[in-house]
């Protein structure tokens, strides 16, 4: 267990629909990132926020956006989804902001989103 | 770019056999280079890493090589056992946009057999 919660675990939508994915962080983590995994693709990087604060960006969609709570959960919230929104979503948190420590990301095990 | 190229993208090996899996990075600023296991349904979880001030680390049997130069680095396992069997990603942390990033490859999907 990476101490990375992640719901929902399964989201089946429609198109054109707007979904929300949660993520808490570990315990002490200021730094949240989301990370988009499709089908027999790598981990693409879309954006990290670090105690509030958006600090680095990806290819994120525009119609995709995050936001980092006070209580450092994040949300990722995508809209006007499409079928090939279809993927699984990973958040991963770490101590540092960019980094610049051990560098160790943990991941929650993801939410896969499926777009019909 | 940001771009992490890696190779292959499946490996099917007998179980006691080596397995080697190789990236390249594009940009020779990047300093940190970590290697992730992902199992079925579960998260990426770190594994080993190597920074750019060593060559090579080693953990059991896992070992990680760097050269700098060729801007490639590499995983090798040993021994392989049937639990090695998992989606393995290689990463490199690049500076972009004022920030740095962990750029991952694509993943090679190792399968171990008995």
């Known amino acids: 267990d990476s101490g990375v919660t992640q719901t929902p675990k399964h989201l089946i939508t429609a198109t054109g629909q707007r979904v929300t994915l949660r993520c808490s962080p570990r315990s002490g983590d200021l730094s949240v990132y989301w990370y988009q995994q499709s089908l027999d693709q790598g981990l693409q990087f879309l954006i990290q926020y670090y105690n509030g604060e958006e600090r680095a960006k990806g290819n994120i969609l525009e119609r995709f956006s995050a936001q980092q709570f006070p209580d450092l959960h994040s949300e990722l919230n995508l809209s006007s989804l499409e079928l090939g929104d279809s993927a699984l979503y990973f958040c991963?948190?770490?101590?540092?902001?960019?980094?610049?420590?051990?560098?160790?990301?943990?991941f929650g095990e993801g939410s896969r989103l499926t777009v019909l | 770019g940001e771009n992490v190229e890696q190779h292959p993208s499946t490996l099917s090996v007998q179980e006691g056999d080596s397995a080697v899996i190789k990236c390249t990075y594009s940009?020779?600023?990047?300093?940190?280079f970590p290697w992730y296991k992902q199992e079925l349904g579960k998260g990426p979880q770190l594994i080993i890493d190597i920074r750019s001030n060593v060559g090579e680390k080693k953990d059991q049997r896992i070992a990680v090589t760097l050269n700098k130069t060729a801007k490639h680095f590499s995983l090798h396992i040993t021994e392989t056992q049937p639990e090695d069997s998992a989606v393995y990603f290689c990463?490199?942390?690049?500076?972009?946009?004022?920030?740095?990033?962990?750029?991952f490859g694509a993943g090679t999907r190792l399968a171990v057999h008995p």
């Open positions: 991963a948190s770490s101590e540092t902001p960019g980094l610049a420590g051990t560098g160790e990301l943990f």
């Open positions: 990463a490199a942390l690049m500076f972009s946009g004022g920030y740095n990033k962990l750029i």
């Open positions: 940009d020779s600023a990047s300093n940190y």
